[in-house]
């Protein structure tokens, strides 16, 4: 069902500051930053070779993004996100288990334009997880 640990998100509250501290202090590159306007972020990711990082900075204060910096203002992990070969397919594996998908069933997208879903944290052991269709 699930394929393996995707991504690891991190809310940042400035992605730039974010950026220069990964490099100097961890030599870790970001790739290009990007904008996913449906989810209110500017983002780019740390590729590691299993896995990558992405780092997130609300574009504003009503995102998901935007909400959690307020309540965490340093930042800090947003969500574990795993790969999965259908959204859909799994989603409905775990609707038969009775695991709570976040949304009103519209599908979402993130800014590859592939297809997510967002397990709601009382499911998953207190932890907000995606499912990202690779």
């Known amino acids: 069902m699930l394929n393996g640990l995707s991504h690891v998100s991190l809310v940042v509250p400035d992605l730039a500051v974010a950026a220069q501290r990964l490099k100097s202090?961890?030599?870790?590159?970001?790739?290009?930053?990007?904008?996913?306007?449906?989810?209110?972020?500017?983002?780019a990711y740390?590729?590691?070779?299993?896995?990558?990082?992405?780092?997130?900075?609300?574009?504003?204060?009503?995102?998901?993004?935007?909400k959690f910096l307020q309540k965490n203002p340093r930042g800090g992990i947003h969500h574990i996100s795993f790969s999965?070969?259908?959204?859909?397919?799994?989603?409905?594996?775990?609707?038969?288990?009775?695991?709570?998908?976040?949304?009103?069933?519209?599908?979402?997208?993130?800014?590859?334009n592939e297809r997510i879903a967002f397990i709601h944290p009382k499911d998953f052991l207190g932890a907000l997880v995606e499912l990202e269709e690779i």
């Not at 202090?25 to 983002?43: A, F, K, M, R």
């Not at 990558?52 to 935007?66: F, R």
């Not at 409905?92 to 976040?102: G, P």
């Open 25 to 43: 202090v961890y030599g870790l590159s970001i790739g290009p930053i990007e904008v996913n306007v449906t989810q209110g972020v500017h983002l």
């Open 84 to 112: 999965v070969d259908s959204v859909d397919a799994v989603s409905r594996e775990l609707a038969a288990e009775a695991v709570t998908l976040i949304g009103d069933g519209t599908p979402q997208y993130n800014v590859h």
């Open 46 to 66: 740390v590729q590691l070779s299993n896995a990558k990082i992405e780092l997130m900075q609300p574009t504003h204060a009503e995102s998901a993004a935007g």
